[in-house]
């Protein structure tokens, strides 16, 4: 599938550029879990889309309508089963399937609501996370995992390995995947075998119902 590259900005975190490249202008998307509505401004203002998100917090909520943007309060834990089949092109989740409560369920109405879901994720797998529970014999803290354990929001913690097993239970095809570094580069690595899972920091995946 051919998918139009939008400039690079400064201003975006890295994984919302690799998710914007990924959509085709003129597109339907669906944002969940869109924050302060960084993603669906840059989607409307360089690919055309028809924007809408939802999100658990009311200050993103407020942020988002101040800005114009189509948002919703909603928890993708519960109110993704009320949308219907197909309903979008995109359905997007970033850096916040760790947080919910039923993520294979989150999961699974990804790719029911949209032809296809963008999804990304920090890798629990990184060198430098199972170097320090190997070192230290604490909850790691990084760029990606920044939380201490007792505050964290992340209560489903995952590597890209458990990510692509699942994908694997549930028939979803992983059809592209991006694995980053700490410095949000692209690696030159099979996201889906053993490097990946090791090297990479941050994971990028286009799914698509199997």
């Known amino acids: 599938m051919s ?19 990924m959509i085709a202008p003129n597109s339907r998307v669906l944002d969940v879990g869109c924050g302060d509505g960084t993603l669906l401004g840059y989607l409307s203002e360089f690919k ?34 009320d949308y219907p089949d197909g309903a979008f092109d995109y359905a997007v ?5 760790q947080a919910t409560r039923h993520p294979r369920r989150v999961v699974e109405n990804l790719v029911r609501i949209g032809r296809r879901a963008i999804l990304s994720l920090p890798n ?6 199972r170097l320090s529970l190997l ?10 995992l920044p939380y201490h354990w007792y505050d964290t ?29 700490e410095r949000g580069k692209p690696l030159p690595l099979l996201a889906t075998g053993r490097t990946g899972n090791l090297m990479g920091a941050l994971a990028v995946f286009q799914l698509r119902k199997g």
């Open 3 to 21: 998918v139009t590259t939008a400039p690079a900005r400064s201003d975006i975190r890295v994984d919302l550029q690799f998710i914007a490249d």
């Open 48 to 81: 055309q889309v028809d924007a809408r998100g939802i999100e658990l917090s009311m200050a993103g909520v407020n942020e988002c309508v101040s800005e114009g943007l189509s948002v919703i309060q909603g928890d993708a834990d519960t109110d993704l089963d």
């Open 93 to 97: 989740l970033s850096q916040t399937l």
């Open 124 to 129: 629990f797998g990184h060198w430098k996370v």
């Open 135 to 144: 070192s230290m014999g604490r909850m790691p803290r990084t760029d990606a």
């Open 153 to 181: 929001p992340n209560i489903h913690l995952c590597t890209i390995r458990d990510f692509l097993v699942l994908c694997e239970e549930v028939q979803i095809v992983v059809e592209r995947a991006v694995v980053l570094n």
